[in-house]
């Protein structure tokens, strides 16, 4: 089946460094997924942060970027300087591009930012 | 515009136990998701319904577990004898349109099955 790998439980940065989270995904029933990161902030709901349905393409949100790396099959989100504010947990995703309504998630990785 | 809500947050129960989630979605949104997050592990579809239909219950533990939305707005998933190995945060999502990207998230519900 399809799946999303994401190495790091966790990962600690101070403020004002630069950041990479991991991601890799496996689509053996599709051709090109519709690929996604979702964030959860402490005491909010799982919210979209950015998506890339094209391969090739980079998404970028809130200063975070992640491009579709079809050969590598990864999805890494990277920030170039992150702040206290972005202490999260972040989730990569994939969907189906026909049927964009099941979605695939990672374990997750959550992000401290030191101060 | 009120959010994905959820009640109620937090349960507990007694292995052998029913335990009901209700789920009221964005006003508008046709599509209607749960799902089930273990500890420690992403968010696994359960079951999805547009409008008043079920489109996909594949991953219901069906002998256990049901989910209906009949009026096309809240939801309801049940969990008729509950099994410590149920013990995860339950999520309910809806979004737009069916074949929407994006998914609205509640705050989940978080069961404790002793």
């Known amino acids: 089946g399809d799946s999303v790998t994401q190495t790091e439980g966790q990962v600690t940065v101070s403020e004002s460094k630069s950041l990479i989270i991991n991601c890799t995904y496996s689509?053996?029933?599709?051709?090109?997924?519709?690929l996604f990161w979702y964030v959860r902030y402490p005491g909010e709901g799982l919210q979209l942060l950015l998506k890339?349905?094209?391969?090739?393409q980079k998404g970028s949100s809130r200063g975070f970027e992640a491009t579709y790396n079809k050969e590598a099959t990864s999805f890494h989100l990277q920030k170039a300087s992150v702040q206290e504010s972005d202490s999260a947990v972040y989730y990569c995703?994939?969907?189906?591009?026909?049927?964009?309504?099941?979605?695939?998630f990672g374990t997750g990785t959550r992000l401290q930012v030191l101060p | 515009e009120a959010g994905v809500t959820q009640s109620p947050r937090y349960a507990v129960l007694q292995e052998g136990q029913a335990v009901s989630f209700w789920c009221d979605p964005i006003?508008?949104?046709?599509?209607l998701y749960w799902y089930q997050q273990p500890r420690d592990q992403g968010p696994q579809l359960l079951v999805y319904?547009?409008?008043?239909?079920?489109?996909?219950n594949s991953q219901l533990p069906s002998d256990r577990f049901s989910a209906v939305r009949p009026k096309g707005t809240n939801s309801t998933l049940k969990i008729q004898s509950a099994k410590q190995g149920d013990t995860a945060t339950y999520l309910c999502?809806?979004?737009?349109?069916?074949?929407?990207?994006?998914?609205?998230f509640g705050p989940g519900t978080r069961l404790t099955v002793l």
């Open positions: 999502a809806s979004s737009l349109y069916w074949g929407a990207y994006e998914q609205y």
């Open positions: 689509a053996t029933s599709i051709g090109y997924p519709n």
């Open positions: 890339v349905i094209t391969a090739g």
């Open positions: 995703a994939l969907s189906d591009s026909s049927n964009t309504n099941k979605v695939v």
């Open positions: 006003s508008g949104h046709d599509t």
């Open positions: 319904f547009r409008d008043e239909a079920v489109i996909d």
